[in-house]
């Protein structure tokens, strides 16, 4: 198994420009999620999913789009990109919600000028 | 709402010392209870949980933490750390009928040999 994957692993963007960090998961989890870190802010859940169809907001949505058409990828969508949306980005996926061990991916280091 | 603070941003012992990370939370029912680790250019990982039962669980790596109910707390601690344990250090929480898990803001250890 792969694990939990992110693409792309750096990306550079302008102001007001849209982009869609890719997470994948092949291990037929149910729950997945994104985080963003920040220096001294720890990680901040963005969006999260129970399950295909079904997505809700975490603790900081604005700015962010998910959709969850299968079981196996989470994108999420940057509208018109911020300089407040440099951040390093986390995927994770788990097999029974938050109750369990959540697996995450290597990140996506995003830089928006 | 739940929510959690971590109060030692940056902790600096040599090695064979004794640790001991704070960890409080803020929620007002049953709570799931995790401690995270990411170590320098690898994946978050679990160290250790509570979802009830015996207040002091047992991680891997020596890791061990107590749930204090009363005080709000999952404190982590280790008898004697090396330089390997050189890392940062996420609590979370999740709160009983939540699907979100909210980390803390880290605390970043460095072991000096």
């Known amino acids: 198994n792969a694990g939990v994957t992110q693409t792309p692993k750096f990306q550079v963007l302008k102001t007001g420009q849209s982009m869609t960090l890719q997470c994948a998961q092949d291990m037929n989890h149910e729950y997945m999620s994104w985080y963003r870190q920040d220096p001294g802010m720890g990680l901040r859940l963005i969006h999260y999913?129970?399950?295909?169809?079904?997505?809700d907001q975490g603790e900081v949505p604005n700015g962010y789009n998910v959709s969850r058409s299968t079981t196996e990828d989470f994108p999420l969508r940057l509208l018109s990109a911020a300089p407040s949306q440099t951040s390093v980005y986390f995927c994770?996926?788990?097999?029974?919600?938050?109750?369990?061990?959540?697996?995450f991916g290597p990140g996506t280091r995003l830089l928006v000028l | 709402a739940q929510s959690v603070s971590q109060h030692n941003h940056h902790v600096i012992l040599s090695e064979a010392a004794s640790l001991e990370l704070g960890c409080n939370y803020s929620y007002g029912g049953t709570v799931n209870l995790f401690w995270y680790v990411q170590y320098p250019g690898q994946h978050l990982q679990l160290l250790l949980k509570?979802?009830?039962?015996?207040?002091l669980v047992k991680g891997i790596k020596g890791f061990e933490a107590e749930f204090i109910k009363s005080k709000f707390s999952f404190n982590l601690r280790k008898p004697s750390v090396q330089w390997s344990d050189t890392a940062e250090y996420f609590c979370?929480?999740?709160?009983?009928?939540?699907?979100?898990?909210?980390f803390g803001t880290g605390t970043r250890l460095q072991v000096f040999p």
């Open positions: 979370a929480v999740r709160g009983s009928g939540t699907d979100k898990l909210i």
């Open positions: 994770a996926s788990s097999p029974e919600g938050v109750k369990t061990r959540q697996y």
């Open positions: 509570y979802f009830s039962g015996d207040p």
């Open positions: 999913s129970v399950g295909a169809g079904i997505t």
